[in-house]
């Protein structure tokens, strides 16, 4: 949580509509972004920016949707808020779809663990997927599906890691991911399920299926 004015820091009004909020966040996400600043000695004050500025917006969307207090203009800043989603889950899933997984995962990380609910950890699982990193991913697929059963979406994705974990375990559940690489056929399961994610996330790995 940041004490500084989030609108201020947007360079926004506080009367600004959600659309010119999310317009003028985008533009400083482009300016300020990590991979824009490698190797350069701005670098960590590029990340520092991002930080605030990740903070901010997420800060001024969670209180938008009735998720507590405003922006005290008197200077003392935020009080505390709780949100049932205290982030914005289409602008996350727009980023990784678009491959900006070091972004999405903080503003992830940015979310409260009180707020985790089940849309936070299939976002999170997607993108350890993307990453290769399978078995946490599965832990997080699975945990959304603990948290909501009756999600199709999350339950589908869920279901290939399965599919895929069952192909080379040897009847062991418990044994998680082989280290050391994939055959062909779990290679193209692993593809198969990243394609269900890409989907998932509206666009689309593997054009054929």
């Known amino acids: 949580m940041i004490s500084k004015d989030p609108y201020k820091i947007l360079g926004v009004s506080p009367t600004a509509s959600d659309a010119e909020i999310k317009s003028a966040y985008k533009e400083l996400v482009k300016k300020y972004h990590p991979d824009q600043y490698q190797d350069n000695p701005l670098a960590d004050v590029a990340e520092e920016k ?13 209180s938008r949707r009735g998720g507590g207090s405003s ?17 914005d889950s289409g602008y996350i899933r727009s980023l990784i779809q678009s491959g900006s997984y070091t972004q999405a995962d903080q503003m992830l990380d940015n979310v409260s663990s009180s707020e985790r609910n089940a849309e936070w950890y299939f976002l999170k699982g997607t993108i350890c997927h993307r990453r290769g990193w399978l078995n946490e991913a599965y832990n997080n697929f ?12 999350y339950q589908s994705v869920l279901a ?25 056929p779990d290679c193209c399961t692993s593809l198969c399920c990243a394609d269900c994610c890409c989907e998932m996330m509206g666009g689309d790995l593997i054009p054929c299926c």
Do not use: H, K
């Open 71 to 87: 922006y005290n203009s008197a200077g003392s800043g935020y009080d505390g808020y709780a949100s049932s989603q205290g982030f």
């Open 160 to 184: 290939q890691m399965n599919r895929q974990r069952s192909g080379y375990m040897s009847g062991n559940p418990t044994q998680g991911y082989r280290a050391g690489g994939m055959s062909g």
């Open 142 to 153: 699975t945990r959304a599906v603990q948290l909501d059963p009756t999600n199709m979406e």
């Open 50 to 62: 991002m930080s605030e500025i990740n903070a901010a917006y997420d800060q001024i969307m969670t």
